[in-house]
């Protein structure tokens, strides 16, 4: 009987059974991540996905109510352009259709994992866009279509959207305008770092900083609210 | 102990925004460190919060359609249980096909062949036009792809010297702290191609249990194909996947490459040593075909 994980290829099945040994777990380049115990959200989220491995398309359907405004919204800052950001979440929630049986809660909540998902599509696309332009010498980075200068959500946005989001914005708008500028150029530009520094005129060391701190005091900030 | 400089890459890893060769080394650092991994939790929950600030975009209604449409139609997709299959219930869509290619069909004999001229005439200047545009793109790509080739050589040439440089200083710090290390403390293993027809492929693996660090050289390997990248994984019966030990490129010419590497887990024994080929920036287990495959590691002669 072959030991090897049966989604792995022949191949690499007979190399993994060459060797002896119990298959206490899987492993994966992502570290293995022990954290607090999700909350009542993020429980609904997983059981959705372990509906969705057992072939549900009802709990997708639920699933993509739950995420999709974010996800949308997140792709449709990335790409500036509503056909890709369609493409882009479309290729996400049949990502995650399609891994459901490999997601598991001790590594991250399945909002963690659509949105890194999300965003490594949106940055490929991104920087495949940039090589074309490189074409067109001194041509200006594409604008995000945000203003990362602007404070809290204007009285309507917040009446639309969810609790979370406006807690989120809240807190975003909470930080130092040089680390908000700093977090959403990395997060929402698909900039690497260096690009963030060249961005923001900074060296890269207070770029660096700012995200740390940002993201520390956002955090913090999230976690006291009621 | 979270230090600060962990703390900072804790941060960029959790905003995707570590260089691979940062982020490999950054990965097998929160393997062994729990309270590390934690941390990275947190930033990464935390990062994926900011979603939520984007400014509000609602998705088109015929998105959700599409979506569940496509999850439907995945070959390989998990079995539903609301699955149309019956052949039966295809009927009344056959009958509504039918009926709508007769209702074409009655139009465009009503219509005539009048305009059929002119909507040719259109679909020429259309095609004509995509062309044109499709042969600009290609153009494009490829003055592209020749810059950052030239500069992709440019950079292997200064890693190549970089990585030869630490090696050389690891050497004398290790001389320096624990005296000259043994020839015993290393595994080395010959990794040959797994295809007989190409049997000038050269590859060997020196691995160090008590650093956890190694290097691979290869020369001869196969041009890497656009978008993809050569793997590295170590076979370690502990566990039940390979361990990644990070992706490389090769010199297109030369076919050799040189990387001093380390894994996402600690490693206890080595079975083996295996090269796949994979997409760009790796993949978390193995999906490529093996390249290269080596027989167990030994002392070195």
Redesign the interface.
């Known amino acids: 009987m072959s030991?090897?994980?049966s989604?792995?290829?022949d191949?690499?099945a007979a190399?993994?059974s060459?060797?002896?040994?119990?298959?206490?777990?899987?492993?994966?380049?992502?570290?293995?991540?022990?954290?607090d115990q999700p909350d009542e959200r993020a429980l609904t989220d997983a059981r959705l996905l372990r509906r969705?491995?057992?072939?549900?398309?009802?709990a997708?359907?639920e699933l993509?109510?739950r995420f999709?405004?974010?996800?949308?919204?997140?792709a449709?800052?990335m790409l500036n352009d509503?056909a890709e950001?369609?493409d882009v979440?479309?290729d996400v929630?049949?990502s995650l259709?399609?891994k459901?049986?490999r997601f598991e809660d001790s590594?991250?909540?399945a909002?963690?994992w659509a949105?890194?998902l999300?965003?490594?599509r949106a940055?490929d696309r991104i920087r495949g866009r940039t090589?074309?332009m490189?074409?067109l010498e001194g041509a200006a980075p594409a604008d995000l279509?945000?203003d990362p200068d602007a404070g809290g959500p204007a009285a309507d946005?917040a009446a639309?959207?969810?609790e979370?989001?406006g807690?989120?914005?809240a807190a975003?708008a909470t930080l130092p305008a040089d680390q908000r500028k700093a977090?959403h150029l990395?997060?929402?530009g698909g900039m690497?770092?260096e690009e963030?520094a060249a961005a923001l005129n900074q060296p890269l060391g207070t770029v660096?900083?700012r995200?740390?701190r940002g993201?520390?005091k956002?955090?913090e900030t999230?976690a006291t609210r009621p | 102990m979270i230090d600060d400089l962990q703390?900072?890459s804790a941060?960029?890893y959790?905003?995707?925004?570590l260089?691979p060769a940062e982020c490999a080394a950054f990965?097998a650092r929160?393997?062994a460190d729990?309270a590390l991994?934690?941390r990275?939790?947190?930033?990464?929950?935390?990062?994926?919060?900011?979603?939520?600030?984007?400014?509000?975009?609602?998705?088109?209604a015929v998105?959700?359609d599409?979506?569940?449409r496509?999850?439907?139609d995945?070959a390989?997709?998990?079995?539903?249980?609301?699955r149309v299959t019956s052949f039966a219930t295809l009927i009344p869509w056959a009958i509504a096909a039918c009926v709508a290619v007769a209702a074409a069909w009655t139009a465009r004999l009503y219509e005539g062949s009048r305009s059929e001229n002119a909507i040719l005439r259109d679909q020429g200047a259309i095609a004509a036009l995509e062309m044109h545009s499709l042969r600009d793109?290609l153009d494009?790509?490829r003055?592209?792809n020749q810059?950052?080739l030239t500069d992709t050589r440019r950079d292997l040439s200064v890693a190549a010297a970089r990585i030869a440089g630490l090696s050389r200083e690891i050497a004398e710090y290790s001389g320096r702290q624990k005296g000259a290390a043994s020839m015993a403390d290393y595994r080395i293993a010959d990794l040959a191609s797994?295809e007989a027809a190409k049997p000038r492929i050269v590859a060997v693996a020196l691995w160090c249990p008590s650093m956890q660090a190694g290097i691979l050289a290869v020369s001869n390997l196969p041009r890497l194909p656009e978008g993809k990248q050569y793997q590295l994984w170590v076979?370690?019966?502990?566990?039940?996947?390979?361990?990644?030990g990070g992706v490389f490129t090769v010199n297109p010419s030369t076919g050799q490459a040189r990387i001093a590497f380390g894994t996402?887990?600690p490693i206890k024994s080595i079975?083996?040593f295996?090269v796949?080929l994979e997409r760009e920036g790796?993949?978390?287990?193995?999906?490529?075909?093996?390249v290269l495959?080596s027989d167990s590691p030994r002392l070195p002669d």
Not at chain 1, 68 to 74: E, K, N
Not at chain 2, 40 to 53: F, G, N, S
Not at chain 2, 76 to 82: E, I, Q
Not at chain 2, 282 to 290: A, D, K, N, Q, T
């Open positions: 030991i090897a994980p989604y792995l290829p191949a690499w190399a993994v060459a060797g002896p040994g119990p298959l206490p777990r899987i492993a994966l380049m992502t570290p293995e991540l022990h954290g969705m491995a057992a072939g549900d398309r009802e997708l359907a993509y109510d999709s405004r974010p996800l949308y919204a997140t449709v800052s509503a950001a369609q979440t479309h929630f049949i259709w399609e459901s049986s590594r991250g909540s909002f963690t949105v890194t999300l965003r490594n940055i090589r074309r490189r074409l279509g945000y946005e639309v959207r969810s979370e989001a807690a989120v914005r975003v977090l990395a997060f929402f690497t770092q963030v660096k900083a995200i740390r993201l520390q956002l955090r999230l | 703390d900072e941060a960029l959790a905003l995707d925004l260089a990965e929160v393997a729990p991994a934690a990275v939790r947190e930033l990464r929950e935390t990062a994926a919060a900011l979603a939520h600030a984007a400014p509000p975009a609602a998705p088109p998105l959700r599409r979506i569940l496509s999850a439907a995945q390989g997709a998990p079995r539903s249980p609301f793109q494009a790509e003055i592209v810059r950052e797994t076979i370690d019966p502990q566990y039940g996947s390979p361990v990644s996402v887990h079975a083996k295996a796949s790796g993949v978390p287990s193995p999906e490529g075909p093996i495959l």
